[in-house]
Antibody
Framework: QVTLRESGPALVKPTQTLTLTCTFSGFSLSTSGMCVSWIRQPPGKALEWLALIDWDDDKYYSTSLKTRLTISKDTSKNQVVLTMTNMDPVDTATYYC?????????????WGQGTLVTVSS | DIVMTQTPLSLSVTPGQPASISCKSSQSLLHSDGKTYLYWYLQKPGQSPQLLIYEVSSRFSGVPDRFSGSGSGTDFTLKISRVEAEDVGVYYCMQGIHLWTFGQGTKVEIK
Protein backbone atom coordinates (compact mmCIF):
# COMPACT_ATOMS: atom_id res chain seq x y z
CA GLN A 1 0.00 0.00 0.00
CA VAL A 2 1.49 3.28 -1.16
CA THR A 3 1.20 6.24 1.19
CA LEU A 4 2.83 9.66 1.37
CA ARG A 5 2.63 12.12 4.25
CA GLU A 6 3.83 15.70 4.37
CA SER A 7 5.12 17.29 7.55
CA GLY A 8 6.51 20.65 8.51
CA PRO A 9 5.65 23.91 10.23
CA ALA A 10 2.13 25.26 9.89
CA LEU A 11 3.32 28.84 10.29
CA VAL A 12 6.46 30.57 9.08
CA LYS A 13 7.46 34.21 9.15
CA PRO A 14 8.29 36.26 6.06
CA THR A 15 11.93 35.89 4.93
CA GLN A 16 12.30 32.59 6.80
CA THR A 17 13.21 29.29 5.15
CA LEU A 18 10.56 26.58 4.95
CA THR A 19 11.57 22.94 5.32
CA LEU A 20 9.02 20.26 4.45
CA THR A 21 9.43 16.50 4.69
CA CYS A 22 7.60 13.88 2.67
CA THR A 23 7.67 10.47 4.35
CA PHE A 24 6.48 7.65 2.16
CA SER A 25 5.88 3.91 2.31
CA GLY A 26 4.95 1.15 -0.08
CA PHE A 27 7.71 1.92 -2.56
CA SER A 28 11.42 2.72 -2.67
CA LEU A 29 13.01 5.77 -4.21
CA SER A 30 15.96 3.58 -5.12
CA THR A 31 13.78 1.70 -7.63
CA SER A 32 14.63 2.62 -11.21
CA GLY A 33 12.17 5.15 -12.61
CA MET A 34 10.65 6.18 -9.31
CA CYS A 35 10.23 9.90 -8.63
CA VAL A 36 8.77 12.09 -5.89
CA SER A 37 7.56 15.62 -6.48
CA TRP A 38 6.26 18.63 -4.56
CA ILE A 39 3.17 20.53 -5.69
CA ARG A 40 1.42 23.39 -3.92
CA GLN A 41 -2.02 24.99 -3.94
CA PRO A 42 -2.79 28.44 -2.51
CA PRO A 43 -6.20 28.61 -0.84
CA GLY A 44 -8.92 28.55 -3.49
CA LYS A 45 -6.40 28.56 -6.33
CA ALA A 46 -4.89 26.16 -8.82
CA LEU A 47 -2.17 23.57 -8.41
CA GLU A 48 1.43 24.61 -9.01
CA TRP A 49 4.25 22.14 -9.60
CA LEU A 50 7.43 22.95 -7.64
CA ALA A 51 10.14 20.30 -7.81
CA LEU A 52 10.93 16.66 -8.50
CA ILE A 53 13.68 14.24 -7.56
CA ASP A 54 14.21 10.87 -9.19
CA TRP A 55 15.73 7.55 -8.19
CA ASP A 56 19.05 8.59 -9.72
CA ASP A 57 19.14 11.81 -7.66
CA ASP A 58 18.40 14.01 -10.68
CA LYS A 59 16.51 17.12 -9.66
CA TYR A 60 14.10 19.37 -11.55
CA TYR A 61 12.68 22.71 -10.45
CA SER A 62 9.94 25.12 -11.40
CA THR A 63 11.44 27.76 -13.67
CA SER A 64 9.94 30.61 -11.68
CA LEU A 65 10.96 29.30 -8.25
CA LYS A 66 14.22 27.46 -8.93
CA THR A 67 16.41 30.01 -7.17
CA ARG A 68 14.49 29.43 -3.91
CA LEU A 69 14.00 25.66 -3.95
CA THR A 70 16.14 22.70 -2.99
CA ILE A 71 14.91 19.10 -3.09
CA SER A 72 16.78 16.16 -1.61
CA LYS A 73 16.16 12.58 -0.61
CA ASP A 74 17.13 10.15 2.11
CA THR A 75 16.48 6.76 0.60
CA SER A 76 17.21 4.88 3.83
CA LYS A 77 14.51 6.88 5.65
CA ASN A 78 12.05 6.91 2.72
CA GLN A 79 11.96 10.69 2.87
CA VAL A 80 12.11 13.60 0.44
CA VAL A 81 12.82 17.07 1.77
CA LEU A 82 11.94 20.40 0.15
CA THR A 83 13.39 23.69 1.31
CA MET A 84 12.09 27.05 0.13
CA THR A 85 13.97 30.18 1.07
CA ASN A 86 12.79 33.74 1.61
CA MET A 87 9.17 32.87 2.31
CA ASP A 88 6.52 35.48 1.54
CA PRO A 89 2.78 35.67 2.34
CA VAL A 90 2.04 34.72 -1.30
CA ASP A 91 3.67 31.35 -0.55
CA THR A 92 0.79 30.51 1.79
CA ALA A 93 -0.54 27.24 0.40
CA THR A 94 -1.21 23.57 0.94
CA TYR A 95 1.95 21.71 -0.04
CA TYR A 96 1.58 18.20 -1.44
CA CYS A 97 4.09 15.50 -2.23
CA UNK A 98 3.24 12.99 -4.93
CA UNK A 99 4.79 10.03 -6.68
CA UNK A 100 5.62 9.22 -10.29
CA UNK A 101 5.72 5.42 -10.45
CA UNK A 102 7.95 4.86 -13.48
CA UNK A 103 10.26 6.97 -15.54
CA UNK A 104 8.32 6.43 -18.74
CA UNK A 105 5.17 7.65 -16.98
CA UNK A 106 5.01 11.32 -16.11
CA UNK A 107 1.85 11.42 -14.03
CA UNK A 108 1.45 11.61 -10.27
CA UNK A 109 -0.47 8.55 -9.16
CA UNK A 110 -0.37 8.81 -5.37
CA TRP A 111 -0.57 12.06 -3.40
CA GLY A 112 -0.20 12.91 0.24
CA GLN A 113 -3.02 14.63 2.10
CA GLY A 114 -1.16 17.94 1.98
CA THR A 115 0.07 20.27 4.70
CA LEU A 116 -1.10 23.87 4.99
CA VAL A 117 1.68 26.40 5.43
CA THR A 118 0.77 29.97 6.35
CA VAL A 119 3.31 32.76 5.94
CA SER A 120 2.61 35.59 8.32
CA SER A 121 4.43 37.77 10.80
CA ASP B 1 7.12 27.45 -19.86
CA ILE B 2 4.06 25.68 -21.24
CA VAL B 3 0.79 27.38 -20.34
CA MET B 4 -2.36 25.30 -19.93
CA THR B 5 -5.69 27.07 -20.48
CA GLN B 6 -8.98 25.48 -19.46
CA THR B 7 -12.50 26.46 -20.42
CA PRO B 8 -14.96 26.91 -18.93
CA LEU B 9 -13.76 27.80 -15.44
CA SER B 10 -17.04 26.65 -13.94
CA LEU B 11 -19.83 24.32 -14.99
CA SER B 12 -23.22 23.56 -13.47
CA VAL B 13 -24.64 20.26 -14.66
CA THR B 14 -27.89 18.39 -14.13
CA PRO B 15 -27.31 14.82 -12.92
CA GLY B 16 -27.41 12.40 -15.81
CA GLN B 17 -26.45 15.05 -18.35
CA PRO B 18 -23.09 15.20 -20.13
CA ALA B 19 -20.30 17.66 -19.40
CA SER B 20 -17.25 18.70 -21.37
CA ILE B 21 -14.08 20.59 -20.41
CA SER B 22 -11.55 21.96 -22.84
CA CYS B 23 -7.82 22.30 -22.26
CA LYS B 24 -5.40 24.02 -24.61
CA SER B 25 -1.62 24.02 -24.29
CA SER B 26 0.72 26.74 -25.54
CA GLN B 27 2.97 24.11 -27.14
CA SER B 28 2.39 20.67 -28.60
CA LEU B 29 2.37 17.92 -26.01
CA LEU B 30 3.31 15.25 -28.56
CA HIS B 31 6.73 13.85 -27.74
CA SER B 32 9.15 12.29 -30.20
CA ASP B 33 8.52 8.98 -28.42
CA GLY B 34 4.99 9.05 -29.83
CA LYS B 35 3.28 9.73 -26.51
CA THR B 36 1.23 12.83 -25.74
CA TYR B 37 1.83 13.92 -22.16
CA LEU B 38 -1.59 15.26 -21.21
CA TYR B 39 -3.39 14.24 -18.03
CA TRP B 40 -6.66 14.99 -16.24
CA TYR B 41 -7.16 15.17 -12.48
CA LEU B 42 -10.20 15.63 -10.27
CA GLN B 43 -9.88 17.29 -6.89
CA LYS B 44 -12.96 16.55 -4.84
CA PRO B 45 -13.80 18.98 -2.03
CA GLY B 46 -11.31 18.70 0.82
CA GLN B 47 -9.28 16.00 -0.92
CA SER B 48 -6.00 15.64 -2.79
CA PRO B 49 -6.15 15.46 -6.58
CA GLN B 50 -6.83 12.06 -8.11
CA LEU B 51 -5.71 10.93 -11.55
CA LEU B 52 -8.52 10.28 -14.03
CA ILE B 53 -6.92 10.15 -17.48
CA TYR B 54 -3.31 9.76 -18.64
CA GLU B 55 -1.79 10.26 -22.09
CA VAL B 56 -4.90 12.00 -23.41
CA SER B 57 -7.35 9.11 -23.37
CA SER B 58 -6.32 6.24 -21.09
CA ARG B 59 -8.42 5.86 -17.98
CA PHE B 60 -6.46 5.31 -14.78
CA SER B 61 -7.17 2.27 -12.63
CA GLY B 62 -10.65 2.34 -11.11
CA VAL B 63 -11.91 5.35 -13.07
CA PRO B 64 -15.49 4.88 -14.31
CA ASP B 65 -15.98 4.61 -18.05
CA ARG B 66 -18.26 7.65 -18.08
CA PHE B 67 -15.01 9.65 -18.11
CA SER B 68 -13.25 9.92 -21.46
CA GLY B 69 -10.45 12.02 -22.87
CA SER B 70 -9.65 13.03 -26.41
CA GLY B 71 -7.54 15.43 -28.42
CA SER B 72 -4.11 15.84 -29.90
CA GLY B 73 -1.25 18.31 -30.20
CA THR B 74 -2.43 21.33 -28.25
CA ASP B 75 -6.22 20.81 -27.93
CA PHE B 76 -7.76 18.36 -25.51
CA THR B 77 -11.17 17.55 -24.05
CA LEU B 78 -12.44 15.71 -21.00
CA LYS B 79 -15.99 14.42 -21.27
CA ILE B 80 -18.29 13.01 -18.64
CA SER B 81 -21.05 11.11 -20.39
CA ARG B 82 -23.54 11.25 -17.51
CA VAL B 83 -22.61 13.40 -14.54
CA GLU B 84 -23.20 11.94 -11.11
CA ALA B 85 -23.27 13.70 -7.74
CA GLU B 86 -19.88 12.23 -6.82
CA ASP B 87 -18.26 13.97 -9.81
CA VAL B 88 -18.37 17.41 -8.19
CA GLY B 89 -15.06 19.12 -7.65
CA VAL B 90 -12.36 20.90 -9.61
CA TYR B 91 -10.94 19.31 -12.74
CA TYR B 92 -7.38 20.08 -13.82
CA CYS B 93 -5.51 19.26 -16.97
CA MET B 94 -1.75 18.85 -16.63
CA GLN B 95 1.10 18.63 -19.09
CA GLY B 96 4.20 16.53 -18.47
CA ILE B 97 6.24 16.95 -21.62
CA HIS B 98 8.38 19.80 -20.28
CA LEU B 99 8.46 19.80 -16.51
CA TRP B 100 4.85 19.92 -15.29
CA THR B 101 2.12 22.56 -15.51
CA PHE B 102 -1.51 22.54 -14.45
CA GLY B 103 -4.45 24.39 -15.92
CA GLN B 104 -6.43 26.88 -13.84
CA GLY B 105 -9.05 24.31 -12.98
CA THR B 106 -12.73 23.90 -13.88
CA LYS B 107 -15.19 23.77 -11.02
CA VAL B 108 -18.06 21.35 -11.64
CA GLU B 109 -21.17 21.56 -9.53
CA ILE B 110 -24.54 19.84 -9.65
CA LYS B 111 -27.68 21.81 -10.45
Amino acid sequence: QVTLRESGPALVKPTQTLTLTCTFSGFSLSTSGMCVSWIRQPPGKALEWLALIDWDDDKYYSTSLKTRLTISKDTSKNQVVLTMTNMDPVDTATYYCARIPRGEQRYFDYWGQGTLVTVSS
Amino acid sequence: DIVMTQTPLSLSVTPGQPASISCKSSQSLLHSDGKTYLYWYLQKPGQSPQLLIYEVSSRFSGVPDRFSGSGSGTDFTLKISRVEAEDVGVYYCMQGIHLWTFGQGTKVEIK
